[in-house]
């Protein structure tokens, strides 16, 4: 891999490391559970046992993805100290409609 790609995946990480994080969970999953196959119980069907891994890894980066929304939700709608600027629009826009119906 050149430097100017590994400097892209890490300026990428930077901006957002959930889907890095994500998928270095699902592998780690996967990898545990390929490591502890043979110490699974002799009534365990493979197939089952392939299932099982399947949803542990699904469950992992769904609780990942979870915490992350929280986290940008908690950032940009509880933690924020200036007012969206969506909002200022809207209030903008709503005194002039007060203002024209005033007038009328």
Do not use: C
């Amino acid at each position: 891999m050149s430097q100017l790609e590994s400097r892209g995946f890490w300026e990428k990480f930077k901006k957002d490391p959930v889907p890095a994080i994500g998928m270095a969970g699902f592998f780690g999953v996967v990898g545990y559970s390929l490591y502890n196959y043979r110490n699974k119980s002799a009534s365990t069907k493979p197939s089952v046992y392939v299932i099982q891994t399947r949803v542990a890894a699904q469950g992992l980066v769904i609780g990942i993805l979870t915490v992350s929304l929280g986290f940008h939700m908690y950032q940009n709608y509880l933690h924020r100290n200036e007012p969206h600027e969506n909002a200022l629009n809207l209030h903008h826009h709503h005194d002039q409609s007060k203002d024209t119906n005033a007038k009328h």
